[in-house]
């Protein structure tokens, strides 16, 4: 191979190595985060492999006739697992570059490689007819090749087709292309190995697959195709097996990731380990690993593997509606007590609206109450002053009358009653006043109290004599003798007012106790 390629795949197998040995996943939940973190940089692991690619047309550009048919098998092989459509197109390429050349044998292994993608496009008999007619025509140094493409050939149209159908017609094949093969590989390659497992599995000897395995696994990168193909042969070793499931999920995610760290789009690991957790009641996952699995089959030109994820894709799809249309309902009785504690706040709210509204009518009443309080004491001090004043005003007089003998008229002023009257009519006057102005609306609130025919009909800020022994009685003065002596009148004169304004209510029997109530706050 030309030296300056060498550098060119060295330089390039350095940037695949991405996975420290350290950092190996080792539980079925470190392989899923590591997939799920690996997914994000699908494209950065794809563009790698494309480099690589580059790298290989670029010596091919520069390299003479001869080198090219093995050039562009490179260049097919790297696309195989990437773009099948591009990688048939380098293979054919190479079959033509051979036939001007001259080189049958060459030409003969391209066109083995050619053969072997196919079913990968959905053409799955006409490539083993092809393989066939290859068969009696083989050249000895393409006989190791002829079995490989056997072995890729007949593994895949096997698990292509259902058991019990054209699926036996094929195990039979894989065995003897296998057995072919281990006859022609070099004991030291991992190659080797890789088939024995693989014959080992399919005799049923699982001890010695096992530990094939591990010697692979421990001896190649993890970005390596074989690494990918023996953990998968692990898996579906542990799919078998009773109580293993963790241990088939586990290594179908490092065979997903091997695949994602190598650039590869054509592998099955993805679509089984997102059909696996599906099973697993894994929804989430199972339904990302498929959509991306369809994806990668339709990126990659891989109609069987775009049609296989497609078949299942739809169940998964419908699985995660019914997830949607659960959350959907779960949101909607969300929104449904959202909008109850809403109302209920709501009604909180206006609640201690219109309690705050009382409070401050009751502060209002209160603070008039204050201010009527304080005016009442103002009108009390101030007829105590005027009855002062009168008293003082008549010690006046009667001194006066007496000292210049003047008795006569001292009795007449007295006999008259004059200044009796004017402190009465003083006295109601002030009383009037002030109680209007305590109860403003005590009038009307004694004439609810009353029958209609019956009611009192009064100048303003004035009450007749029935109306102030009502307002007496509503200042808790309830004896009437007392009322007569406040009032000038007699005892018999005050019971028959007050059986009179019995006679008038509504409610005889309550009447005292409704007019107690008349200016309470509720």
């Known amino acids: 191979m030309n030296k300056s390629l060498l550098i060119l795949l060295l330089c390039s197998l350095i940037g695949i190595n991405v996975f420290a040995d350290d950092i190996m996943p080792t539980t079925l939940n470190d392989a899923l985060n590591e997939l799920d973190k690996a997914i994000k940089k699908k494209e950065v692991y794809i563009q790698k492999r494309l480099d690589r690619i580059d790298s290989i047309r670029f010596i091919a550009e520069k390299s003479p006739k001869q080198e090219l048919p093995s050039l562009f098998e490179q260049i097919g092989d790297e696309y195989r697992r990437c773009n099948i459509d591009s990688a048939l197109n380098y293979y054919k390429k190479g079959i033509l570059v051979s036939e001007e050349i001259g080189d049958s044998i060459y030409k003969q292994r391209l066109q083995l490689s050619y053969v072997a993608i ?46 019990n159908t054209l699926n036996s017609y094929y195990a039979p094949r894989i065995q003897q292309a296998t057995d072919s093969l281990i006859k022609l590989l070099d004991e030291s390659t991992v190659e080797l190995k890789l088939y024995q497992a693989q014959s080992y599995n399919k005799k049923g000897n699982a001890a010695l697959m ?11 990168p993890f970005e390596d195709f074989v690494y990918a193909r023996a953990v998968s042969h692990l898996a579906e070793y542990y799919k078998t097996q009773k109580g293993k499931e963790e241990q088939y999920l586990y290594y179908l995610a490092l065979a997903s990731l091997s695949d994602l760290y190598s650039g590869t789009l054509e592998g099955t690991a993805l679509q089984n380990l997102g059909l696996a957790l599906y099973n697993n009641g894994d929804i989430d996952r199972a339904y990302k690993y498929l959509v991306l699995s369809l994806d990668n089959a339709v990126e990659s030109g891989s109609r069987i593997r775009a049609l296989q994820t497609a078949e299942v894709y739809p169940i998964i799809a419908q699985t995660y509606r019914q997830q949607d249309l659960s959350k959907l309902n779960w949101l909607m009785w969300l929104v449904i007590a959202l909008i109850v504690a809403l109302v209920l706040i709501v009604g909180s709210v206006l609640f201690l609206r219109k309690e705050m509204r009382k409070l401050h009518e009751l502060k209002a009443k209160l603070s008039q109450a204050n201010i009527t309080k304080d005016t009442y004491i103002s009108k009390f001090l101030s007829l105590s002053s005027i009855y002062i004043e009168k008293m003082e005003e008549f010690h006046r007089v009667a001194k006066r009358k007496l000292k210049t003998n003047q008795t006569t008229d001292l009795y007449k002023l007295l006999e008259s009653g004059i200044m009796l009257e004017e402190q009465s009519q003083m006295f109601y006057k002030i009383f009037d006043n002030a109680f209007i102005h305590i109860y403003p609306t005590f009038v009307d609130d004694v004439n609810k109290l009353l ?27 309830d004896d009437s003798e007392q009322i007569s002596r406040f009032l000038g009148l007699s005892l018999n004169t005050i019971y028959t007012y007050r059986n009179k304004l019995k006679s008038k209510a509504k409610h005889r029997e309550t009447f005292d106790a409704d007019v107690l109530k008349i200016g309470q706050f509720n």
């Open 118 to 163: 196919l079913p990968v496009k959905g053409v799955v008999k006409e490539a083993v007819d092809a393989y066939d007619s290859i068969a009696p025509k083989i050249y000895p140094q393409n006989k190791a090749h002829f079995f490989e493409v056997g072995n890729r050939l007949f593994y895949f149209a096997e698990s292509f087709y259902p058991e």
């Open 210 to 220: 096992v530990a094939e395995i591990n010697e692979i696994i421990d001896s190649v």
């Open 451 to 477: 029958l209609p025919e019956k009611r009192f009909e009064l100048p303003e800020n004035k009450l007749n004599t029935e109306l102030r022994i009502l307002a007496f009685l509503r200042l808790g003065i």
